[in-house]
């Protein structure tokens, strides 16, 4: 499975960014079935859950500190996920990085995730 991620750069505090995840024709059919996450990940820290939507698109789950600013989405039939940054803090600057589940639904752990994308880095100065 190859995935792309696209769309980091850096921005003001209070800016919004778009990230994009797409994955290549070939590996469409795994990702429509699959629950989709981001997770993030700053120097020196763990790689962290940030968010992530079932294989519908129905349910999602949000860490606690981008409930409210951060919004996952995806297009099957584009076989890509977005994920909308908004009201972005310094706090947020980090590497995201898109996942393909294991399941046809979300989770927090990293462990569930079998397929990731390269990264895409996210600085939010102040």
């Known amino acids: 499975v190859q995935l792309q991620a696209s769309g980091g750069g850096l921005v003001q505090a209070g800016g919004s960014l778009r990230l994009s995840c797409a994955a290549s024709?070939?590996?469409?059919?795994?990702?429509?079935?699959?629950?989709l996450g981001w997770f993030r990940q700053s120097p020196g820290k763990e790689r962290e859950f940030v968010v992530g939507?079932?294989?519908?698109?129905?349910?999602?789950m949000y860490a606690d500190s981008v409930k409210g600013r951060f919004t996952i989405s995806r297009d099957n039939t584009k076989n890509t996920v977005y994920l909308q940054m908004d009201s972005l803090e310094p706090e947020d600057t980090a590497v995201y990085y898109c996942?393909?589940?294991?399941?046809?639904?979300?989770?927090?752990?990293?462990?569930?995730?079998?397929?990731w994308g390269q990264g895409t880095q996210v600085t939010v100065s102040s």
């Open positions: 996942a393909v589940s294991r399941t046809p639904y979300a989770s927090p752990r990293r462990d569930s995730y079998s397929y």
């Open positions: 024709a070939r590996t469409a059919r795994t990702i429509s079935n699959n629950g």
């Open positions: 939507v079932n294989w519908k698109g129905q349910s999602t």
